[in-house]
């Protein structure tokens, strides 16, 4: 059991640039969710996968974002155009089917110029 | 208001002292209860879990949940300065993903 992995760790890019970040859950973990946490706040919500299918996801996923689970192993979370609001942590975390405690990321730190 | 409410601190405690850290929450149809511990700019890590109302120890760690009171509270004892961290509440729903739900979480501090 290595943990959930995150690929970048940090993030430089300019605004209107596109970006994409990656996560590896802890195998066997068939549950992965994406979080947003923005400084003094609490990680929040934005999307969850079962397997390869996408459940779930929040209206803070505006259109500019999309995330994908192909063939429901690693995860894949791109933001297009990006905006200086969209600097923030993005959290993956991952869970067992059976269980309902989530383990998260060491996280990637996103800055938008 | 949000769904979730924590005191977001500081809390500054010297070591050795017991720390009560607490959060309150409306949506009476939260069935899981976690606290997660968040070093500076590191991922939240699970400390402890409890399902519905009732108390869970382990070692240094308790953690309290009050469904009638909408009320969940972790104590530390003998706290250390290794403990000094941001302390996250957060909850679920079977019937909602199990998405977690975050309070804004507490920063603690433990003086030397």
């Known amino acids: 059991d290595t943990g959930v992995s995150q690929d970048p760790r940090h993030k430089i890019t300019k605004r209107g640039q596109n970006v994409t970040f990656r996560c590896d859950p802890i195998?066997?973990?068939?549950?992965l969710y994406w979080y947003r946490q923005t400084l003094g706040q609490g990680p929040e919500f934005l999307t969850y996968?079962?397997?390869?299918?996408?459940?779930?996801k929040s209206r803070l996923l505006s259109d500019r974002f999309s995330a994908e689970r192909p063939k429901g192993s690693f995860s894949t979370l791109e933001i297009q155009r990006t905006e200086q609001g969209d600097s923030a942590m993005y959290l993956c975390?991952?869970?067992?089917?059976?269980?309902?405690?989530?383990?998260f990321g060491p996280g990637t730190r996103l800055l938008v110029l | 208001q949000k769904e979730v409410e924590q005191d977001p601190g500081p809390l500054s405690v010297p070591e050795g002292a017991i720390v009560s850290l607490n959060c309150t929450y409306s949506n009476s149809a939260f069935q899981y209860f976690m606290w997660y511990r968040q070093y500076s700019r590191k991922g939240p890590e699970l400390l402890m879990y409890t399902y519905s109302s009732g108390n869970k120890e382990d070692g240094r760690f308790t953690a309290q949940v009050d469904k009638s009171s909408k009320y969940i509270s972790l104590f530390i004892r003998d706290s250390q300065p290794s403990d000094s961290a941001t302390y996250l509440c957060?909850?679920?729903?079977?019937?909602?993903?199990?998405?977690?739900?975050f309070g804004s979480g507490t920063r603690l501090l433990v003086r030397p």
């Open positions: 195998s066997e973990h068939n549950r």
């Open positions: 975390a991952s869970s067992r089917f059976d269980q309902e405690t989530q383990y």
């Open positions: 957060a909850m679920s729903r079977m019937d909602s993903s199990y998405k977690l739900i």
């Open positions: 996968f079962q397997n390869e299918a996408q459940l779930e």
